[in-house]
């Protein structure tokens, strides 16, 4: 297959009632690029018909793939292993992309390619849009990262709390994720974190630019990301956060590497904080019991340096073992939740 730019891979769950939009944006990236859409066994709308429709109508650019229900992970491994991109973003299909700021992202990366300096890593903004309320909240990395140039995790600053790198801030080269050889579980929610995770030390180049480039919609009653659906799926997240734990040997990473390590266990901590926190807001004894498990299990798992820092930090504010500590806990979530209204 001719080889692409990029290939934007989305993943199609009953998704008809919004995802002309997504695709109608990746269509503008022309014929650059190419535009997987993954069909996860929708049998409640249309899905699987709009898919074939867009494929039959941009032959080259478009390609349909249904498949058994495997959820988003396995909608992203489809992608990664068709991809003919020379570049991956995975665009979720109730998202979309600015489309003024994908076409200089598209260019940028053309004119590196063509100097021999094209990074394992773009990155831009993403911005939260809130149906409930039609505002927004963009996550920038002016702070974290030099702008328009390339730079290694040695030019990185400190990320703040609401700073992760998330998958709408990210373009990774497809041969970074086929190297590192990561495969998504298959019927798992939140595994957008391992996509991000476990490819970093493989991560050898990046390359910033200020642009809001990703638009993230946020306020679905349905959505994986709201409170309640998090607390009734947090055996999901909890299954992320062990994978996560497991999949890095983070004190094996070289000095060079020294502010990826501290990058990637703040990730931890704050997978930590994430999971302790839907725990403690189920509030049952068996919710008790799997927060005190998960704490185990890091222990075990990670050097008693990592354990540490990640205890002391975000993560450890999610098991504050004092009369009233999971009030306090619960508190600072709630006023979080109102400032950048994450879920």
């Known amino acids: 297959m001719e080889q692409k730019l990029i290939t934007f891979a989305v993943p199609c769950y009953n998704s008809a009632a919004y ?7 990746l ?22 018909a709009i898919c074939d429709e867009y494929a039959a109508k941009y032959p080259g650019v478009v390609r349909a793939i249904h498949q058994e229900n495997g959820g988003h992970g396995e909608g992203v491994n489809q992608g990664i ?31 590196l390619l063509h100097r021999g300096t094209a990074p394992d890593l773009m990155l831009c903004n993403y911005v939260y849009e809130h149906v409930e309320d039609g505002t927004s ?9 030099p702008q328009n140039r390339l730079f290694t995790w040695m030019h990185v ?4 709390p ?14 970074v994720l086929r190297r590192c050889g990561m495969v998504l579980p298959k019927h798992t929610f939140y595994v957008d974190n391992i996509f991000i995770y476990q490819p970093l030390p493989y991560v050898k180049s990046m390359y910033y630019m200020d642009l809001d480039l990703y638009r993230y919609f ?34 094996a990473l070289p000095p060079e590497q020294a502010r990826l390590r501290s990058y990637m266990i703040q990730y931890l901590s704050v997978m ?69 209204k994450f879920n």
């Not at 659906?229 to 497991?246: A, F, G, H, N, S």
């Not at 799997?290 to 930090?313: G, P, T």
């Open 81 to 111: 292993r068709h991809a003919a991109g020379i570049y991956y973003k995975v665009v979720d299909s109730d998202d979309w992309l600015d489309t003024d700021a994908l076409a200089k992202v598209l260019d940028r990366l053309r004119l």
């Open 27 to 48: 269509l503008t990236a022309g014929p650059d690029a190419e535009i997987i859409l993954i069909d996860d066994g929708s049998t409640k709308d249309d899905t699987p």
């Open 137 to 145: 909240h963009t996550v920038r990395y002016t702070n974290v990262f």
């Open 19 to 25: 995802m002309r939009h997504c695709v109608d944006t």
């Open 218 to 251: 946020i306020g679905r009653a349905d959505q994986s990301v709201n409170e309640s659906v998090m607390v009734k799926r947090v055996d999901q997240q909890l299954r992320v956060t062990r994978y996560m734990i497991d999949c890095q040997d983070l004190d």
């Open 272 to 340: 930590m904080a994430i999971s302790g926190i839907f725990l403690i807001l189920d509030g049952s004894d068996e919710a008790k019991a799997k927060k005190a498990e998960l704490w185990d299990y890091l222990r075990a798992h990670v050097s008693k340096r990592v354990y540490r820092r990640i205890k002391l930090s975000l993560g450890g504010l999610t098991d504050l073992r004092f009369p009233g500590g999971d009030k306090v806990t619960v508190l600072g979530y709630r006023l979080a939740r109102k400032v950048v």
């Open 162 to 175: 609401d700073q992760n790198i998330l998958m709408h801030s990210v373009i990774y080269r497809t041969e």
């Open 157 to 160: 600053g400190r990320f703040r």
